[in-house]
């Protein structure tokens, strides 16, 4: 069924902490309904905006650094690809501060 994917470790986590979140945030909007705030985005948002922003520029950072990781390589002389967990950690750090602070 998900033969069409290249399932490394690194997706496969990414995939699972979307999940997580999406559940959590369900959870947590059960317990205590959200409303209206603004922080650094420039619109009002709720938390469900501020997780859907979130994912969608974890998504691009990834996607990003899959794109440019062959041209760093030969920028900067490495011996092999920079590991996708680098860009793993900085779309959920990203993330993070959208969702407290934006």
């Not at 690194?10 to 902490?17: E, N, R, T, Y």
């Not at 999406?22 to 059960?30: A, P």
Request: net charge positive; glycine share 8%; proline share 4%.
């Amino acid at each position: 069924m998900f033969e069409w994917m290249a399932w490394t470790t690194p997706v496969a986590v990414f995939f699972l902490c979307i999940g997580l979140m999406l559940f959590g945030m369900t959870v947590w909007e059960m317990k205590s309904p959200t409303c209206l705030r603004r922080g650094f985005l420039p619109l009002e948002t709720t938390r469900g905006d501020r997780l859907f922003i979130g994912l969608l520029t974890a998504a691009y950072v990834n996607l990003a650094f899959v794109g440019v990781s062959g041209k760093i390589v030969v920028w900067m002389g490495l011996e092999s690809e920079p590991s996708i967990w680098i860009s793993f950690v900085v779309s959920m750090a990203l993330l993070a501060l959208i969702m407290r602070k934006g």
